[in-house]
């Protein structure tokens, strides 16, 4: 069965560092998310993406935060300067054309520290 | 806006006996509502979805999930507990419309099954 990958499964950044979560979607999928969860917090939307653009952001998601297809494989969540309160499990799910959101498919997750 | 409250961070059963996992929705547009499971190290994976057809709901391994709009709720049940079914369990909501909708999640239930 195709899956979401992502790439990688932890990472340790200290504050103030860039660091770039990644994620190969399903191949011939269309619409890609990000989602995070931060430790005994709800699973939380950040940004949503489609055609090469954001179809929609959360307020989580700020100046800090930048996401890029930028091979037609891979989707990239950056975040410029990281803050202790970044750390979390960060989701990326992907979506076939036409699909509503039960055709959703979430990778393993990105559990991000830092410290 | 919507939002969902799943009661209970952690529930222990013993094998073979109910499973339920509770669920209560607000949304002020007919919701699509949503159980995701995640296994250990493991993406989160769709176990069933109401999407306005019938309100009870069967989904994959035995478990199903009732829509019941006067209590707003959407609990999962499953009537006989295995060891496999250790695992933390969401609840989604989105409104009704295309992919771009975004998920809103619970806090999500870790369940343990006990020997």
């Known amino acids: 069965e195709p899956e979401v990958t992502q790439t990688p499964s932890h990472q340790v950044t200290q504050m103030g560092q860039e660091v770039i979560l990644r994620c190969v979607p399903i191949s011939n999928h269309l619409y890609f998310y990000w989602y995070r969860q931060i430790l005994g917090q709800k699973v939380e939307f950040l940004v949503s993406f489609y055609n090469n653009e954001i179809s929609e952001k959360s307020e989580i998601f700020d100046d800090q935060f930048s996401v890029e297809r930028p091979d037609g494989s891979n989707f990239t969540l950056k975040i410029r300067s990281t803050k202790l309160e970044d750390s979390a499990m960060y989701f990326c799910?992907?979506?076939?054309?036409?699909?509503?959101?039960?055709?959703?498919?979430f990778g393993s997750g990105t559990q991000l520290s830092v410290l | 806006a919507q939002s969902v409250t799943q009661l209970g961070s952690h529930v222990s059963v013993s094998e073979g006996a109910l499973v339920l996992l509770r669920c209560n929705y607000s949304s002020s547009v007919p919701p699509y509502l949503f159980w995701y499971v995640q296994y250990p190290n493991q993406g989160l994976q769709l176990l069933l979805k109401?999407?306005?057809?019938?309100?009870l709901v069967k989904g994959i391994n035995g478990f199903e999930a009732e829509f019941k709009k006067s209590e707003t709720s959407f609990h999962l049940t499953k009537p006989s507990a295995h060891m496999s079914d250790a695992a933390e369990y969401f609840c989604a909501v989105s409104a009704k419309g295309g992919a771009t909708n975004k998920l809103i999640f619970g806090t999500g239930t870790l369940l343990a099954v006990q020997p």
């Open positions: 799910a992907s979506g076939p054309q036409g699909a509503t959101n039960e055709k959703l498919f």
């Open positions: 109401y999407t306005s057809a019938a309100t």
